[in-house]
């Protein structure tokens, strides 16, 4: 039987599937690939040499109906009901954890027609074995309350930059840290709400509990068993502390996220993600921030004239950075302060001790959340690092019937990739697209810091291992908020592009708005810009993000791999 669904007002068409029980399940899709309910039909044709054709006509009204769900069906003329189906499984899709791979896959499968349930733990803002939440690390314990955090932090430079404009501010303003996290709490709890009333909504069955593996289509959950034909973990991954003597007294992004009482003095180890928006949160909140950092420059990994670039603009800000250092003891006095003894890393000098310390935040990594659920007794592959090991399209590399989405696996742990990889899951199983499969070609990544470093692509030194003929072109400025605003903030635009082929490879950006800037350009280059069309495109101004579509001289020229215009970085 073959179904074809003709959407009025919308870009659509497609799909077919006679659902065991007779009835047509019919997908109408949008440009975008979102799913909308069809739920009138006009016409059957029969096809001779085929079962029958039909062609289902609905309007843009009849269709508004979710943001994504998929089916229905009608009731073919010409269908046969057939009997019941003999199921094997209480379920199609059962998915262990509600974060936000577990839910975006959960939601997206059950509205392509997939019986599915989720378990999830109880609620707590700091995760544990037994702790969780829907929303997951996302929601109440990773990017939701720290870009709150991070806002809070901002009207401090927005205070001081107002002051250039004319503003006057009479006596110290107050920062009241308790009612800002009491706020924070509360809207965490209706996100996460949120999330557990849109699974209902989507008939996910919503299990609240601990799921383990009993065997390749068992999760026992609270005790009861329940089978299914695919199961997708989707545990996420956990902060894991290094081990020097004294961690016990050092805390993880969970606990920082959730203090009571603001740090007066606040060291933070590792200057990741988490380390570098940490540290300029509490440095805006008003707190001493000392970072001890392996590398001369935090941020390993990204482009390095932005990382040398952001550095100047945390210590401009007044974050003390002790680069080539690495933590050995942390010890607590009498009076609950903590003093942390530092030593050289891969350098000459004398370890040093920071002293009346009030939080050491170890921010040295994630873990994927793999042990005690089964997975290795079931025969379930994990990689050297723990991560649940699957192939291109999420699927266990050893089990069939298990599939991976999100941190759990070791590929790129961000929500919108979570998503991503569930949406992609959902379509390959149940959506009729075998082909399916997470699309990693153009990822943009911000870290929330003081100034934002966002990026999408190659970085220089990557683009000239891999690409060998390179133009770089960078530019710094002064935010035009700065001209009267505090001084010495500065902002960095870079583009890497293909001497070859012209194509640009990456951008990158330093400065207050970077996250809002990024996303447009990583659809730019996601199509493929050149730096021809870059340069094609009209500014917008005055903004910061002109500064992309006026870079007219390369930087620095690589051919063959080696520098040959500009200054080494
Ligand atoms: C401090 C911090 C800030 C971040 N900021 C950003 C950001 O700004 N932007 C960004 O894109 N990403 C950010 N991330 C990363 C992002 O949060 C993760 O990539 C994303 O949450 C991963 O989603 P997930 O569903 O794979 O895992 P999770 O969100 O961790 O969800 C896994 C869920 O599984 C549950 N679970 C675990 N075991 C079981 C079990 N046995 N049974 C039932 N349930 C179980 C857990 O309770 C949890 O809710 C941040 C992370 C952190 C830690
Ligand atoms: N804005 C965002 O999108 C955002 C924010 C936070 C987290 N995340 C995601 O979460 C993931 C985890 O973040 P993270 O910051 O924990 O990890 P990370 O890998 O980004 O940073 C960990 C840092 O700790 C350092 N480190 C490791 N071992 C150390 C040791 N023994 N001593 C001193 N330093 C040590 C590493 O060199 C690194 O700089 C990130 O990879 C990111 O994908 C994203």
Known sequence: MHVSIACMHYRSAETVKVASHGFLTAKCWWGNGL????????????????????????????????????????????????????????????????????????????????????????RDFISSEDKGGT??????????????????????????????????????????????????RRELERLSDTYKNNLEKAEVQFIEGRGKLIDQNTVEVNGSQYKAKHILVATGSFASKIPIEGAEHAITSDEILNLDVLPEKLVVVGAGYIGCEQACIFNNLGTEVHFIVRQDLPLAGFDKEARQFVLEQYERAGIHFHGCSSPSKISKGANGKLTITVEPYKREGDPFDIKGVDEVLLATGRKSRTKGIGLEEI????????????????????????????????????TPVARMEGTQLALHLFGGRSEAKPDYKAVPSVVFSSPQLAYVGMDEAGAVEEVKDVDVYSSTSTPMKNSLGRDGVKELVKVVVSAKDDKVLGFHMVGSEASEIMQGFA???????????????????????????????????????????????
């Open 379 to 414: 025969g379930v592959e994990l990689d050297d690092k723990g991560a649940l090991k699957v192939d291109d399209r999420s699927r266990s590399v050893s089990v069939d019937s298990i599939w991976g989405i999100g941190d759990v696996t070791s590929r790129v742990p961000l």
């Open 35 to 122: 799913l909308f309910k069809a739920t009138s039909a006009s016409r059957a044709v029969p096809i001779p040499g085929r079962a029958m054709y039909k062609t289902v006509l609905c309007s843009s009204t009849a269709i508004r109906k979710g943001l994504h769900t998929p089916e229905v069906t009608h009731k073919g003329p010409k269908a046969k009901r057939q009997k019941p189906p003999q199921h094997q499984y209480d379920f199609d899709l059962f998915t262990i954890g509600g974060g936000s791979a577990g839910v975006r896959a959960a939601r997206y499968s059950a509205g392509m027609g997939a019986k599915v349930a989720l378990c999830e733990l109880p």
């Open 135 to 184: 929303g997951g690390t996302c929601v109440l314990r990773g990017c939701v309350p720290k870009k709150l955090m991070a806002i809070a932090g901002l009207f401090s430079e927005d205070m001081q930059d107002a002051q250039g404009f004319g503003w006057k501010l009479h006596g110290k303003p107050e920062f009241d840290f308790h009612a800002l996290q009491q706020n924070k």
């Open 523 to 569: 659809a730019a280059l996601y199509c493929g810009i050149t730096k021809t069309q870059l340069d094609a495109t009209v500014g917008i101004h005055p903004s910061s993000a002109e500064e992309f579509v006026t870079l007219a001289k390369p930087t620095r020229q690589y051919r063959g791999g080696e520098l040959t215009e500009g200054d080494a970085l």
